[in-house]
């Protein structure tokens, strides 16, 4: 966002310089004054940077409306009066005038995201009678839903939404590209699908093929700033692979991750489920699990896509997790144990420096929990289910109807003790207001701008949990 403030605002012209520089415009028979430093904030494609070489111009719009967006550009923030207004309202006329732009960044602005502030505002109905499968969100506040063999997208505003008919029988991956372009898959639908969402089309297909050349399948999707990640599985599930893809050219940059089965290897035939970009240390994060006799077994492996190889990696064979996800605010890996339900953290500076507990990788000592390490009973699977997810300085853990924050209880820059870290103290809160807890088991849950999108089983619709607006 540009910076609002200027010699000009602070009255430090001329006479002369403020003569020529004061604009005076008619907005529904009110005059408002101003000067061309300001208007021209609103960006030099917007009608507010055109009126500021304009005599005199008369805009037929709701004065009223013009106050709170002129005062906006003057400040950067939105006054307090605003409160008094239908904030979507406001939107239709910031679109008229050219600064929807600047107006999203600030009311979404992902830096201003505080997890206690979260409530739930709405509910997003869907069309048709499917439960949603996949969830998507962008930046500044606007999401796609799978559901079905359709997608559903909202704008940033919420209030403008269109759906599109896609080939897949049901959409298990969907990964938000642009506000109108996202990149879907199924597991029993080959190749990777870029959509252009605006007009209903297929932009492209992307796939992957083994030595075979059998057809592969989409088992998740990541991305980067600059790069689209996508796990595949081949039909016959004897092969998996994740392919990087240049985000721009959609081209192929790199295939890491490579694994052809022979026999009862395990390890190798657990694709990546679940990927993620680790921004502070370049790296992608490749997750998966595998249900079977002797329990749930997964890895967790972190690749350098410049070498090709693994980083480091976690074995899971003893609690399992039921979800990962990694936090780079925090520095940290958290998983929500698929036996015990509890949360763990491992911190990136033990992983990083090589202090894993045992050569085989092994990653019972490496998790530290963040609950009260309650044993299983029964051999009952408290986690199954549970996700979690971090956005921000928190994290988000949904147990049945429920969310969990934990947040970090800073205490001073982390002191070693031999050759680990002391533990770090996190604390955990219940999400909401007493009257928006419980409800429906949740089924997966999405951050976007300063909001939080929930999903819950059997239920054709989103609920929408929206963080503090600035000025609102």
Not at 258 to 283: F, M, Q
């Amino acid at each position: 966002m540009p910076s609002f403030t200027t010699d000009k605002m602070l009255g430090t012209q001329t006479a002369s310089e403020s003569n020529n520089d004061v604009v005076s415009i008619n907005v529904g028979g009110q005059i408002f004054q101003t000067t061309k430093q300001t208007l021209i904030l609103a960006g030099p494609d917007s009608l507010l940077s055109q009126l500021a070489e304009s005599t005199c111009p008369f805009v037929d719009r709701d004065p009223e409306f013009f106050s709170l967006l002129l005062s906006f550009l003057r400040t950067g923030t939105l006054p307090s009066k605003v409160k008094d207004f239908d904030i979507y309202d406001l939107i239709e006329e910031s679109r008229f005038y050219g600064v929807e732009s600047l107006l999203i960044e600030s009311i979404t602005n992902p830096s201003q995201f505080d997890g206690f502030a979260l409530h739930k505002s709405l509910v997003l109905p869907l069309n048709g009678r499917d439960s949603p499968s996949a969830i998507a969100a962008t930046s500044s506040g606007s999401v796609h839903v799978g559901h079905g063999s359709k997608i559903t997208s909202f704008d940033w505003s919420l209030r403008r939404k269109w759906t599109i008919l896609t080939q897949f029988t049901a959409i298990d991956s969907l990964l938000a590209i642009s506000p109108k372009l996202a990149a879907a898959g199924a597991t029993d639908f080959s190749g990777l699908q870029i959509l252009d969402l605006e007009n209903g089309n297929v932009k492209e297909v992307l796939n992957w093929e083994n030595v075979t050349k059998s057809s592969s399948t989409v088992q998740a999707i990541g991305v980067s700033s600059e790069f689209l990640f996508t796990s595949f599985e081949s039909g016959r599930r004897n092969s998996n692979s994740i392919m990087v893809y240049d985000i721009n050219t959609l081209k192929p940059v790199t295939e890491i991750g490579h694994y052809e089965i022979y026999g009862a290897d395990i390890d190798s035939a657990i694709p990546a489920t679940k990927l993620s970009w680790v921004s502070n240390h370049r790296l992608v994060m490749a997750a998966g699990s595998h249900s079977g006799l002797s329990g749930v077994m997964g890895n967790i492996k972190f690749w350098d896509i410049r070498s090709g190889n693994v980083v480091f990696e976690l074995k899971e064979k003893v609690n399992c997790f039921a979800d990962v996800c990694v936090s780079d605010n925090l520095n940290s890996i958290f998983k929500v144990g698929v036996n015990s339900g509890e949360v763990f953290y491992a911190d990136f500076r033990i992983l990083g420096g090589g202090d894993s507990d045992d050569s085989s990788g092994n990653s019972s000592d490496t998790w530290v929990c963040l609950g009260d390490g309650r044993k299983v009973v029964n051999g009952k699977k408290e986690g199954s289910g549970c996700k979690i997810e971090s956005h921000g300085n928190q994290v988000f853990c949904s147990k049945g109807g429920d969310i969990e924050l934990w947040s970090e209880v800073v205490m001073g820059s982390p002191r070693t003790s031999g050759n680990r870290l002391d533990d770090r103290v996190f604390r955990k809160n219940t999400m909401g207001r007493v009257k928006d807890m419980g409800g429906l088991k949740i089924t997966n849950l999405a951050f976007g701008g300063n909001r939080m999108f929930l999903m819950r089983r059997d239920q054709q619709a989103v609920e929408v949990w929206q963080g503090a607006v600035r000025g609102i």
